[in-house]
Structure formats: structure tokens, C-alpha cells
């Protein structure tokens, strides 16, 4: 079974920066997956932030990150990256990585695989 598990999060000032990161587990073939970044505020919906493509790496990023949100990943260790810069208070939520997209990779995906969560707080 597939296990994704989720770091970094925390709590920072509006400005501030994150690291998060999302170690992959029994899940053969890391380098081969899409995976991405989702997040879920307080009474609202999961949304997909960030996606990142198998082979050539290339992004993907909902409008409300571009420019200051960076996803990445380093395949050797099976690990997913999410660097988070001038973080704002709307940033507050519950971060979530998830692995292997189903029918293609993109910005909102169905993905088959998920973490637990980190939860970040961005206060003013």
C-alpha cells in the first residue's frame, strides 16, 4: 500500500516563508507518477494548487500561488516539494500531497494515492 506522508507545515507570519515536504513509500517507480499539491481551507473546498509531471518535471500552478509557490521533487529519494514564499493569510489550510493521476496529468486531477496532511497557519 502506498504511503505518502506529509512536512513542514507550521505556523508563520504573513510574508514568511515554508518548505513542505511529502516522502513516498511502496510506491515503485516514484519518478514515473504525477503528483501534485492540494490544499483545503476551513469550510471550503479541496483545491488543487500545484502539479508537477513525470519525466520532464514540468509545472502546473492554480492562479492564486503563481510566482510565489514552487513545487518540485527529487526522484532518487521519493520525495515532493512544495516551497511557499510570501505566504498570505488566505494561505491558512490544510496541505495535501497526492501521487498518480488518473486519465492525464494537470491542475485538479483525480489522483489515486494521498497523504494524512500538514496543516499550515499564516497569521498578519
Known amino acids: 500500500q502506498v504511503q505518502l506522508v506529509e512536512s513542514g507545515g507550521g505556523s508563520v507570519q504573513a510574508g514568511g516563508s515554508l518548505k513542505l515536504s511529502c516522502a513516498a513509500s511502496?510506491?515503485?517507480?516514484?519518478?514515473?507518477?504525477?503528483m501534485a499539491w492540494f490544499r483545503q481551507a476551513p469550510g471550503k473546498e479541496r483545491e488543487a494548487i500545484a502539479t508537477i509531471f513525470p519525466g520532464t518535471g514540468n509545472t502546473l500552478y492554480t492562479d492564486s500561488v503563481k510566482g510565489r509557490f514552487t513545487i518540485s521533487r527529487e526522484n532518487a529519494k521519493k520525495t515532493l516539494f512544495l516551497q511557499m514564499n510570501t505566504l498570505k493569510p488566505e494561505d491558512t489550510a490544510m496541505y495535501y500531497c497526492?501521487?498518480?493521476?488518473?486519465?492525464?496529468?494537470?491542475?485538479?486531477?483525480?489522483?489515486?494515492?494521498w497523504g494524512q496532511g500538514t496543516h499550515v497557519s499564516v497569521s498578519t
Open positions: 511502496r510506491l515503485t517507480y516514484f519518478s514515473r507518477y504525477c
Open positions: 497526492a501521487a498518480d493521476s488518473v486519465g492525464g496529468c494537470r491542475i485538479g486531477a483525480t489522483f489515486r494515492n
